[in-house]
């Protein structure tokens, strides 16, 4: 293994313990507090966050393509499905935004109160997915980095696959984090 599949495999570790704890701490006091809110109707908020999931999936299956391509050594292909890739980010941060949007200013949640109960759903919350959308926008920026560099041969296929396997975790803390706080939270 090279050093910066091994560089990069370090820190998935240490981010997997990071939102380990944080998920952990959630479903601690969701468990603990009885005034803890289900704020998700399943129309439109869990089918809003149904395809923002789809969305991030069907972006790993591009991320997948972009590896094939550039083992391949088809730099033209590897650098559209890397794009592809970035676009799958982009319109999940789009979303997931458009979503926090009208949970502030329609349904008054913020990080420190909620009209359905305990105010620490909040912050958990925007807490949570906020550090969630951070990272996919860091694997978007990511991306590009590598396109342009794979594009002009200064990168290996090595490069997008070590790329790759960051785009891959944003996506596996997603399905966590995905039932975790939207499912279990639906409102009857």
């Known amino acids: ?97 458009t979503e926090w949007f009208n949970m502030i200013t329609k349904e008054h949640f913020t990080i420190t109160s909620n009209p359905e109960g305990t105010p620490l759903f909040g912050a958990v919350f925007f807490g949570i997915t906020g550090l969630h959308m951070t990272h996919v926008m860091i694997g978007v920026i990511y991306l590009g980095i590598v396109a342009v560099g794979y594009g002009r041969g200064k990168f290996s296929a090595e490069d997008v696959e070590v790329n790759g396997l960051y785009w891959h975790f944003v996506d596996l803390v997603w399905m966590f984090v995905f039932p975790l706080i939207y499912l279990m939270s639906v409102k009857y």
């Open 1 to 97: 293994m090279g050093s910066k599949k091994l560089g990069m495999w370090l820190f998935i570790v240490s981010d997997t313990l990071t939102f380990s704890a944080l998920l952990v701490t959630y479903s601690y006091c969701r468990l603990t507090n009885p005034d803890w809110p289900r704020p998700f109707p399943i129309n439109p908020a869990i089918i809003f966050s149904t395809t923002m999931t789809v969305v991030l999936l069907a972006s790993s299956l591009t991320m997948v393509m972009a590896v094939m391509a550039a083992q391949r050594n088809d730099r033209k292909k590897a650098v559209m499905w890397i794009v592809a890739t970035m676009l799958g980010g982009l319109l999940f941060t789009g979303l997931h935004l």
